[in-house]
T-cell receptor, first 116, second 113 residues
Framework: EAGVTQFPSHSVIEKGQTVTLRCDPI?????LYWYRRVMGKEIKFLLH????????ESGMPNNRFLAERTGGTYSTLKVQPAELEDSGVYFC??????????????FGSGTQLSVL | GQQLNQSPQSMFIQEGEDVSMNCTSS?????WLWYKQDPGEGPVLLIA?????ELTSNGRLTAQFGITRKDSFLNISASIPSDVGIYFC?????????????FGAGTQVVVTP
C-alpha cells in the first residue's frame, strides 16, 4: 500500500513568488492534515480536511495560504506571495476513520520550502 | 496557547547506552504520542498512550503517560546506530478534534559507535 506522498520534496523560490505543494493521502483516508515545521522548532498544525471539507483551519498563518482538497482526494497548499518566514518543512498526514476512532496519522516525507 | 516543552534538545550517546527524554505541558492532554523522524522522512509513530499512568513498551522503547496528564517520557534502552534521528512528543488536547496534535520541538539523538 502506498504511503502519503508529497511533491515536490524541495522547493526554492524567491520572496514574492507563488508555490503550490501537493499531498496525496493514503487511498481511502478521509482525514487529511497539513503541518509545518520551521527550523528547529515544533511541528505546528495548519489545517484538517475531512473529505473535501475544511474541518479546522485555525492553524493557517494568514490569508497568503490557501489549501484545497477538490473531490476529497489529493490536497494542495498554495502560498502566494511567499515571504521569508514561510520557509520550513511542510508535512501532510492522513488518517482513516471518523470522530472518536483515534486513528493513527501517517505522515508524508514533507516538502522543504526555502524562500530567499 | 498551549505549549509542549520537550527536553533535552539533543543527546550525544554511545552505542549501548540508554536514552531518556520527556515532555511537559501546561495543559491536560487525553493522548500522548511519540514519533521518530529519520533524515529525509516524515515522522513515524512509535508509541501511543491513551490513559493516565499507562506504561507501554515497543521493543527497546518504553513510554509513560504521566498521572497528571501533563507529561510523558520516552526511554530507549541499549541504543544502536539506527536509533539516530529526531524524536518528537505530541499531545492531543482534550478540546480539539482528533489529529490536531501539539508537538514538542524534538530531541535530536546521535549515537556514536
Amino acid at each position: 500500500e502506498a504511503g502519503v506522498t508529497q511533491f515536490p520534496s524541495h522547493s526554492v523560490i524567491e520572496k514574492g513568488q507563488t508555490v503550490t505543494l501537493r499531498c496525496d493521502p493514503i487511498s481511502g483516508h478521509d482525514n487529511l492534515y497539513w503541518y509545518r515545521r520551521v527550523m528547529g522548532k515544533e511541528i505546528k498544525f495548519l489545517l484538517h480536511f475531512v473529505k473535501e471539507s475544511k474541518q479546522d483551519e485555525s492553524g493557517m498563518p494568514n490569508n497568503r495560504f490557501l489549501a484545497e482538497r477538490t473531490g476529497g482526494t489529493y490536497s494542495t497548499l498554495k502560498v502566494q506571495p511567499a515571504e521569508l518566514e514561510d520557509s520550513g518543512v511542510y508535512f501532510c498526514a492522513s488518517s482513516q476513520g471518523g470522530p472518536g476512532t483515534n486513528e493513527k496519522l501517517f505522515f508524508g516525507s514533507g516538502t522543504q520550502l526555502s524562500v530567499l | 496557547g498551549q505549549q509542549l516543552n520537550q527536553s533535552p534538545q539533543s543527546m550525544f550517546i554511545q552505542e549501548g547506552e540508554d536514552v531518556s527524554m520527556n515532555c511537559t505541558s501546561s495543559s491536560i492532554f487525553n493522548t500522548w504520542l511519540w514519533y521518530k523522524q529519520d533524515p529525509g522522512e516524515g515522522p513515524v509513530l512509535l508509541i501511543a498512550l491513551y490513559k493516565a499512568g499507562e506504561l507501554t513498551s515497543n521493543g527497546r522503547l518504553t513510554a509513560q503517560f504521566g498521572i497528571t496528564r501533563k507529561d510523558s517520557f520516552l526511554n530507549i534502552s541499549a541504543s544502536i546506530p539506527s536509533d539516530v534521528g529526531i524524536y518528537f512528543c505530541a499531545g492531543q488536547p482534550i478540546s480539539d478534534s482528533w489529529g490536531k496534535l501539539q508537538f514538542g520541538a524534538g530531541t535530536q539523538v546521535v549515537v556514536t559507535p
